[in-house]
């Protein structure tokens, strides 16, 4: 059985780190991957960043590449966003999600999910 759980968002001002956790359990598998995915008040969940097994290969939505960074400790079942230089628009609640194969930008890709964190960015 998997189970994801998302730790770490908060309330931090503009211009402001935070570091997002996802606990993994039961996706062990070297050909999956896993996605941080957002969803902002009134808007779709959205696309942020992906991540094969290996920490290889990433990608990132074009509005936080370059700020946002997605890595992995496999030794700890974790996946981490690292978010700098965050904006307003960067509030949302942060999901994490996984898939038995390749990284993707899907939403429609991920089976597994965990519940989400609050990220309040402040101007």
């Known amino acids: 059985q998997v189970h994801l759980a998302e730790s770490g968002g908060g309330l931090v001002q503009a211009g402001d780190s935070l570091r997002l956790s996802c606990t993994t359990s039961g996706l062990t598998d070297r050909n999956s991957a896993m996605g941080w995915f957002r969803q902002a008040p009134g808007k779709e969940q959205e696309f942020v960043a992906t991540?094969?097994?290996?920490?290889?290969?990433?990608n990132y939505v074009d509005s936080v590449r370059g700020r946002f960074t997605i890595f992995r400790d496999n030794a700890k079942n974790t996946v981490y966003l690292q978010m700098n230089s965050l904006k307003p628009e960067d509030t949302a609640v942060y999901y994490c999600?996984?898939?038995?194969?390749?990284?993707?930008?899907?939403?429609?890709?991920?089976?597994?999910w965990g519940q989400g964190t609050q990220v309040t960015v402040s101007s």
């Open positions: 991540i094969n097994w290996a920490g290889t290969y990433t």
């Open positions: 999600a996984g898939r038995l194969t390749g990284p993707s930008s899907r939403r429609s890709d991920y089976v597994y």
